[in-house]
């Protein structure tokens, strides 16, 4: 049993208005995100799929997985995904300094910046976890926080890849943000439901894209 809700309340979003749960849109447009990539094996298999529904998504890479994985962040970017930072070593915003934390996101910015021309600046805190002081000085530094409205759960192995897929199907409306992750963990729930996902939502006559495109 989870305390964490698959569907956002509403009343989270408003609380937090500063970070980015949902992009406001009457069009039928989805946006995926994958977390804690590049991972071998798993998101070069997510590239492909993406590419034969032509759908876009936006990657949140972990620096350190950048530097280990540098030929599979450039296939992230030569598929013309947007990438976003989600910290060097994928450290809990609650447990952290907020002088620490916001080093820790510098270091992985350095290295998407070294590949990547500089478009957006988006973050996704690990686990969901960030504080005030450290959500409002990334914002003071032009970042966009991305949180979500719809977690898929792929990562949980008490999670069902059948359930995976329904979280996914039943809670999903226009502008939603969604998350699955690029990750050996989730790989087996993911790659059940991404496919899957993708065809549900084509045939209904919606488009997925990056969220560099939101802003
Ligand atoms: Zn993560």
Known sequence: ????????????????????WDISTSKKVIYLTFDDGPTPEITNWTLNVLKQYNAKATFFCIGNNII?????FQNILNHGHAIGNHTHNHIKGWKTSAEDY??????????ISLKSPKTINLFRPPYGQ???KQGKKLIEFGYKI????VLS???DKDVEKEVCLEN??????????????DSVKASKNMQYALPK?????????YCFKALNEAF
């Open 1 to 20: 049993m989870t305390l964490t809700p698959i569907k956002t309340p509403l009343l989270a979003k408003k609380l937090f208005p500063n970070y980015v």
């Open 68 to 72: 280990k994985h540098s030929e599979i």
């Open 102 to 111: 916001l080093k820790n996101i510098a270091e992985a910015q350095e290295q």
């Open 130 to 132: 960030i504080t005030p």
């Open 146 to 149: 991305i949180m979500w409205d």
């Open 153 to 155: 759960f792929d990562w």
């Open 168 to 181: 996914v199907l039943t809670k999903t409306t226009e502008g939603s943000i969604i998350v699955f992750h």
């Open 197 to 205: 996902v993708l065809t549900y939502f084509s045939e209904k006559g």
